[in-house]
T-cell receptor, first 116, second 112 residues
Framework: DGGITQSPKYLFRKEGQNVTLSCEQN?????MYWYRQDPGQGLRLIYY???????QKGDIAEGYSVSREKKESFPLTVTSAQKNPTAFYLC???????????????FGPGTRLTVL | AQSVTQPDIHITVSEGASLELRCNYS??????LFWYVQSPGQGLQLLLK??????LVQGIKGFEAEFKRSQSSFNLRKPSVHWSDAAEYFC??????????FGAGTTVTVRA
């Protein structure tokens, strides 16, 4: 089945530690996204990537880093510089059309990160 | 930059009653509009989208939405709510740069 997988589903981290969240898609989508979700704030964009080996900062990139070495993978690292990392993290992907239509983003099941 | 407002944080509706969720957007050009639904602890599922054409859009699970340019709105409706419709609903607007802006969400509670 085609889709987006995120692992792990739950993640616990001690303060001061870096942690990496996995996102894999087998939809052959070019673009991938990372969002952070906090109660009452909707989704906020952290980073996005439209092609392999290229990515852009979103609205709240500070304290996060990403890589895009393969089309199907877009891991997110939450660094110790992120002041309040406890949140629900969602990965999404979409096909990249030749024009400027945004088309549809499809979402993974999410990873809940808790800092102890 | 585009933005979305969902004025209702929480709505409670009886099973079998109709439901309408409000969404207002701010964008200078013709927007691309989406409604997503999220069950607790899950990812987002697309309900419907509007790119152009007919302003009344049909989606999955019996939902529909109407784009009203004059009111900058894209309200979601369902004629008869089922208990399984209890979830959080997000409206989103897209522009030509592949990014989406999301509203804060509306939580729907369905009472028996």
């Amino acid at each position: 089945d085609g889709g987006i997988t995120q692992s792990p589903k739950y993640l616990f981290r001690k303060e001061g530690q870096n942690v990496t969240l996995s996102c894999e898609q087998n939809l052959n989508h070019d673009a991938m996204y990372w969002y952070r979700q906090d109660p009452g704030q909707g989704l906020r964009l952290i980073y996005y990537s439209q092609i392999v080996n290229d990515f852009q900062k979103g609205d709240i990139a500070e304290g996060y880093s990403v890589s895009r070495e393969k089309k199907e993978s877009f891991p997110l690292t939450v660094t110790s510089a992120q002041k309040n990392p406890t949140a629900f993290y969602l990965c999404a992907s979409k096909s990249r059309l030749g024009g400027t239509q945004p088309d549809t983003q499809y979402f993974g099941p999410g990873t809940r990160l808790t800092v102890l | 930059a585009q933005s979305v407002t969902q004025p209702d944080i929480h709505i409670t509706v009886s099973e079998g009653a109709s439901l309408e969720l409000r969404c207002n957007y701010s964008y200078g050009a013709t927007p691309y509009l989406f409604w997503y639904v999220q069950s607790p602890g899950q990812g987002l599922q697309l309900l419907l989208k509007y790119f152009s054409g007919d302003t009344l859009v049909q989606g999955i699970k019996g939902f529909e939405a109407e784009f009203k340019r004059s009111q900058s709105s894209f309200n979601l409706r369902k004629p008869s709510v089922h208990w399984s419709d209890a979830a959080e609903y997000f409206c989103a607007v897209g522009a030509g740069d592949y990014k989406l802006s999301f509203g804060a969400g509306t939580t729907v509670t369905v009472r028996a």
